[in-house]
Each structure stands twice: as structure tokens, then as C-alpha cells.
């Protein structure tokens, strides 16, 4: 029994390395997972903004570039699926390891010459020449998880080059809103200008509307303050030393009916205001779904590398996103490559 322990000790020792490669097993759930939260994520970022009150101002240059920039990122997102989706379907299919390499590697090798012909090689930084090589190793591969382990370089350059193109677009938010606050203020100034000069003075002869109150209830130091403040209030009280009741009663008339016309003036005025301040919400909340959309896109390529990255290795990891039911399933058989 001791010299059987021993033998198997051994052959341990003397084909470790062998014996742990022959255990690696495929998982497909975790990468399975992770590609369905990554199709429901798209779905997520490629669905528009709903502009109500600001579209008439998106005609700003670094908004238009953003746009064309962010749709062939929507468009690679949606392509890794489809990848993803053919990784599954290819380990389900009844052929050799050896063929299912060659299988994905056919596949890689025409989602780079549909991207060589529609010339968005450059977007996405690949290198003609490099990714042959990779196939190549590919199709050299005896297992199935080498022939994915095989892909890696044009996988991280893909998924590197959406990361940089989200900071590109992150980068430009700041301008596209200040652009676009400008065309806003532009609209809206004349009629912003007059509201707040308004309001300061309905401020200013609330004011002076209380200080002529305190006169008449025997404050009479306030009546200097009010025709210092006021000289239209001279009219009526010439001075403050010698003011009458009649003329604080006529003073008050005038100061009343002044609310009363600044009242009406503000009102005609509110309707423009509110435009006004429902375009800059808009603006806020374009904002905020913007960021959204780039943390959602940037976690979600990040978590679905590492899982192919694991499957690549044979490592077991569960999802790290929990995709609750939204998307159970991943698209039907690939229709399309990593560049629609």
C-alpha cells in the first residue's frame, strides 16, 4: 500500500504541470451569464435620449462627434455578443476540439474582413497582419480553451479601445454642455435679464412699502431712508420732517400700484422662465443618463474580459453582475460580427 502511495506521488511530481492542464474543464454558465447582462446592458445604452426641449440646440459640433463616436461603440458591444453567443454555440456543437478552434477561428478571421472592408479597422486599432498571427495560434490549438486563450490580444484590443472610446466621450461632456448652455442662455437672455431686474425691484419696493408702513405708525426716521432710496416718493412727501397722512396715503397708492404693475410684467414674463428652466433641466438630466450609460458600458466590457478571460483558463468564477431575469437568454445564432 506504501510503495502504491509513493508511485502516485511520482507520477504527480513528474507530470504535474500535464496533469493539472488535462483537469481544466470548461464552465460556460459564468460566460454565459455574463454575455447575456452584456446584451441587456447594450440594450440599455443604445436606447436615445429623449430630448423634448433642448434638440433644436444639438446642432453644436463636439455633440454631433460624440454621436458618430459613440455609435460604432454601441454597435462593437452588441458585436461582442454575437462573439459570445458563437463561443457557446460552437463548445455545444458535437465536433472535435480541435474543430470548434478552427470554427471560431473562421469566425474571428471574417468579423476582420468585414471590418477591413467597411474601414473601421482603424476605430478599433486592428492590426491586419497581428490578428492573422493570432489565428494562426488559434487554429494551431489542440483544446478548445487554447483556442480561446489563443484570442485573447485581438479580444483585450477590442474591449481597450471601447474602454479609451468612452473616455474620449467622457472627456467631451463638459464641452457638449457648456455649448449647448451657451445657446441656451443666448435664447433666453433678454428675457432673464428683465425677470431678475424685476424681481429686484419688487424687492426693493416691498421694501420701501414696509419702511412707509413704519412711517405712518410713527417711525417717522424711516420716511428719510425711503426718499433717499425713493425720489420718486418726492412727489408726494417733499419732505420728510413736514409729511402728512394724506401724502403717505398717496405715496403708498403709488408704491402699491408699482407691485401691481411689476406682478403683471413678471407673470408675462413666467411662461418664458419656465421654458427656460426646463431646458437647463433637461440638460442635468442628459447629464446624469450619459454617465450612467458610460459606467454601465464600461463595468459591464470589464466584467465580460475577465469572464472570458476565466474561460479562457478554466476558472470557475460565477457572474459578477446578477442580470435578475432581464435578459435570460442571449440573442439567437450570430447574425453579425463585432462590427455590424
Not at 454575437?82 to 469566425?107: D, F, G, M, P, W
Not at 412707509?212 to 428719510?224: F, H, I, Q, T
Not at 403683471?264 to 438630466?285: F, G, P, S
Request: glycine letters at 4%; aromatic letters at 8%.
Amino acid at each position: 500500500m506504501r510503495n502504491y502511495i509513493i508511485i502516485i506521488i511520482v507520477a504527480v511530481l513528474f507530470n504535474g504541470c500535464s496533469w493539472f492542464q488535462s483537469s481544466r474543464k470548461i464552465d460556460m454558465t459564468p460566460f454565459s451569464d455574463n454575455a447575456s447582462t452584456l446584451f441587456s446592458e447594450a440594450m440599455k445604452i443604445s436606447r436615445p435620449f429623449q430630448w423634448k426641449y433642448v434638440k433644436e440646440y444639438k446642432n453644436v459640433p463636439e455633440f454631433r462627434e460624440m454621436v458618430s463616436m459613440s455609435i460604432p461603440l454601441i454597435r462593437t458591444l452588441r458585436g461582442i455578443v454575437y462573439y459570445s453567443n458563437q463561443v457557446v454555440a460552437i463548445n455545444n456543437a458535437k465536433i472535435s476540439n480541435k474543430e470548434k478552434t478552427r470554427q471560431l477561428a473562421k469566425y474571428l478571421s471574417e468579423v476582420i474582413d468585414k471590418a477591413v472592408k467597411s474601414e473601421q479597422v482603424d476605430s478599433l486599432k486592428l492590426d491586419k497582419l497581428r490578428a492573422n498571427a493570432v489565428l494562426t495560434e488559434m487554429v494551431k490549438s489542440e483544446t478548445y480553451m487554447d483556442g480561446l486563450a489563443a484570442a485573447t490580444p485581438v479580444i483585450n484590443t477590442v474591449v481597450m479601445e471601447v474602454q479609451s472610446g468612452l473616455n474620449q466621450i467622457e472627456d467631451m461632456i463638459p464641452v457638449i454642455l457648456d455649448g449647448l448652455d451657451k445657446q441656451i442662455e443666448s435664447q433666453f437672455a433678454t428675457a432673464r435679464t428683465n425677470f431678475d431686474e424685476l424681481k429686484t425691484l419688487q424687492g426693493q419696493t416691498m421694501l420701501e412699502t414696509t419702511r412707509l408702513y413704519r412711517a405712518r405708525a410713527g417711525m417717522r426716521a424711516e420716511l428719510d431712508t425711503l426718499l433717499q432710496s425713493n425720489a420718486a416718493i418726492k412727489e408726494f412727501i417733499p419732505k420728510a420732517d413736514k409729511a402728512t397722512l394724506l401724502q403717505m396715503a398717496q405715496a403708498e397708492t403709488y408704491l402699491i400700484g408699482q407691485l401691481d404693475r411689476i406682478n403683471t410684467m413678471l407673470n408675462q414674463l413666467q411662461d418664458d422662465i419656465m421654458v427656460y428652466q426646463t431646458k437647463k433641466d433637461e440638460l442635468t438630466a442628459w447629464r446624469i443618463q450619459v454617465d450612467e450609460k458610460i459606467n454601465i458600458a464600461r463595468n459591464a466590457i470589464t466584467i465580460w474580459a475577465r469572464s472570458h478571460r476565466n474561460l479562457a483558463s478554466g476558472i470557475p468564477v460565477p457572474p459578477m453582475i446578477d442580470v435578475g431575469g432581464f435578459a435570460s437568454t442571449l440573442m439567437g445564432k450570430a447574425a453579425n460580427t463585432i462590427i455590424p
